[in-house]
Each structure stands twice: as structure tokens, then as C-alpha cells.
């Protein structure tokens, strides 16, 4: 079971992240994939603000993590920069992924073998114009099923 939706722009996209924001609990982890500057971060402040952090969200590109303090924390990942995945060995990834916070991860692809068994996997396309885009939602495990069905 996925879902599929289609966003004409940034706002859309950030407003969908809200939604599902809303939806996800400690323990949960988002993988997000898709090519450089299709909206990965601006879903990601939309996740933010709907686990109702106002922190600023940028990219943590050159920092690997960023952690958002709210009821529930946000560790932001942005894996692009990374040689191998055992980089994250260095900063403790099991104490975020396994821990009371909720984990965005960008590029998952490169951390292969450190995804847990159980995740939400966002890809995100260009559409037909520049502000477009298409969002795919797949949940590998029930957790994560459930979360989809609130979705729709």
C-alpha cells in the first residue's frame, strides 16, 4: 500500500509535511528521498511544524544532524556528504534512530545497512512545472501503515 499525491508548490508541499508532522510519535523514522532541491527540506519543515516545533529547519548538510527541540524532538539528518556509513558510527546514530525522537532522513540510500526494519519512505519527484511536485508515500510496517491510512 502506498499513496501518492501531487503538490503545485512549496507551500503544498510544507503543508502536507504538517499533516503528517501531526501524525508521527517517538520512535519513528521518515526516510526521504528524492533528486537535490525537490522539497526534501520543505517537507521537513512542514514535519516540524506539525510536531509543533517553531525551530528554524534548514538543511543539515555540512552538519550531518540537526536535533529541534519540541514535545517530541526532530533529528533532521542529511546524509548527501558522507563517504561511508559507518560516519555515523562516529556521532552516535543509534542513540537518534533508536532513541525519543522522531528521525527525517535525507538521502537514505547511503546508510543502507543502519535503516531500521521499520520506516516511512517519502520520495519526492519534479512535476510537470518548476513548483510541482509528486510525493509517494510507502510504510514498511504496521506503525507505519496506520500512519498512511490517516493520511488519506
Same mark, same amino acid.
Given at each position: 500500500m502506498k499513496i501518492k499525491i501531487a503538490t503545485k508548490n512549496?507551500? +503544498?508541499? +510544507?503543508? =502536507?509535511? !504538517?499533516?503528517l508532522g501531526k501524525l508521527l510519535k517517538k520512535g519513528d523514522i521518515v526516510l526521504l528521498s528524492g533528486n537535490l532541491g525537490t522539497g526534501k527540506t520543505v517537507l521537513t519543515k512542514g514535519i516540524a511544524k506539525g510536531m509543533g516545533i517553531l525551530d528554524y529547519v534548514t538543511s543539515p548538510t555540512f552538519m550531518i544532524v540537526n536535533e529541534h527541540m519540541g514535545n517530541t524532538p526532530l533529528y533532521h539528518f542529511? !546524509? $548527501?556528504r558522507i563517504e561511508d556509513y559507518t560516519e555515523l558510527y562516529d556521532i552516535g546514530y543509534e542513540e537518534y534512530f533508536y532513541g525519543n525522537g522522531v528521525? !527525517?532522513? +535525507?538521502w537514505p540510500e547511503k546508510i543502507k545497512p543502519l535503516i531500521p526494519k521499520e520506516y =516511512? $519512505? !517519502?520520495h519526492i519527484d519534479s512535476g510537470s512545472t518548476d513548483d510541482e511536485r509528486v510525493i509517494e508515500i510507502?510504510?514498511?510496517g504496521k506503525k507505519y501503515e496506520d500512519i498512511l491510512k490517516e493520511m488519506k
Open positions: 512549496a507551500k +503544498e508541499t +510544507e503543508n =502536507l509535511g !504538517v499533516k542529511d !546524509v $548527501y528521525c !527525517v532522513i +535525507e =516511512l $519512505y !517519502v510507502a510504510p514498511c
